[in-house]
């Protein structure tokens, strides 16, 4: 099955006949819904596709990161068969509801047992998790945006602080997020999709950053020693999931702490922060050992 150029760069008209396809080959008696319009979306790390319905329309996005041609085009026909089930199933093309939930009781799969695309669902799902924590590392393990390539340091010091074993990985503090999230009993924070680390320089002292441009809070790379109490990270974590989800204010964010049982965690974090963060700092920073 291939149909399209694999050579053509990635755009939204490659996409929407990418869609097309999938649609002639594997759902042609599938009733029209909502027009469809689809795209590449934001960059994310656990959200490979999405679709709504606004206005009367079908509105189907895929992770930007898929423009990549590392990524197999079996993933992006599986994520866009992925969202074209739900289509079909009702959700989100106006078409009527066949089930409840859009992903339980393993709808999805029958489907794609139903039209023969159980081994492409396979193959992605296989390709995903070899190489996706990998390849999503590659792409934004390190920071992307201009207003953070200005205060990037050279990285090489900072890549080798990074890669002793005693250093917390990207994929931990991937992991860290979600389950601050759940703890704070949030569902999703759309402002903020990825967490990372900042390679910062001797003059950069905040414990993290917020980048509104690529929805993404970075903790500054020191944190991702173990030395570091795993209080601080959760706390700077907290933080910006309460700040973008509810409000800005410091009262407010901490009495949603208190509530969600965080106040001993935001206690010990803001003392480590006044007593040992500095000298932390001064002793461990990898640009301080030139
Ligand atoms: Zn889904």
Same mark, same amino acid.
């Given at each position: 099955m291939s149909?399209?150029?694999?050579?053509?760069p990635r755009d939204t008209q490659w996409l929407k006949e990418r869609l097309s396809f999938i649609i002639a080959s594997y759902f042609p008696d599938v009733a029209q819904g909502y027009p469809i319009t689809v795209s590449f979306g934001i960059r994310a790390r656990y959200r490979f596709g999405t679709i709504i319905a606004r206005g009367g329309q079908c509105i189907i996005r895929l992770n930007h990161l898929f423009t990549d041609p590392e990524v197999p085009l079996y993933v992006i026909d599986e994520t866009l068969a992925h969202e074209f089930v739900h289509y079909a199933h009702g959700f989100g093309s106006g078409l009527p509801r066949l089930y409840e939930h859009p992903h339980k009781g393993g709808?999805?799969?029958?489907?794609?047992? +139903?039209? *023969?695309?159980?081994?492409?669902?396979?193959?992605?799902?296989?390709?995903?998790?070899?190489h996706w924590a990998e390849f999503y590392?590659? +792409?934004? *393990?390190?920071?992307?945006?201009?207003?953070?390539?200005?205060?990037?340091?050279?990285?090489?010091?900072?890549?080798?602080f990074m890669n002793q074993h005693t250093c917390r990985t990207t994929d931990e503090l991937a992991a860290l997020f979600l389950s601050v999230h759940s703890r704070l009993g949030i569902q999703e924070t759309p402002e903020i999709q990825n967490v990372g680390w900042v390679f910062a320089t001797t003059r950069q002292q905040a414990?993290?950053?917020?980048y509104p441009k690529s929805k993404r809070v970075n903790l500054h790379g020191l944190l991702a020693d173990r030395r570091v109490p795993e209080s601080v990270l959760v706390f700077e974590l907290a933080y910006w999931i309460i700040r973008r989800h509810h409000s800005g204010k410091w009262e407010r964010i901490q009495a949603v702490m208190a509530q969600k049982g965080l106040k001993k965690t935001e206690e010990e974090a803001l003392a480590w922060r006044k007593k040992s963060w500095m000298r932390f700092r001064n002793l461990h920073h990898p640009l301080n050992k030139l």
């Open positions: 149909e399209t150029n694999e050579n053509l709808i999805i799969e029958a489907e794609f047992e +139903r039209r *023969g695309f159980t081994p492409t669902h396979h193959k992605a799902e296989a390709w995903r998790k070899q590392q590659s +792409r934004c *393990g390190v920071p992307v945006d201009s207003q953070l390539r200005q205060v990037t340091a050279t990285p090489v010091q900072w890549d080798d414990l993290s950053y917020y």
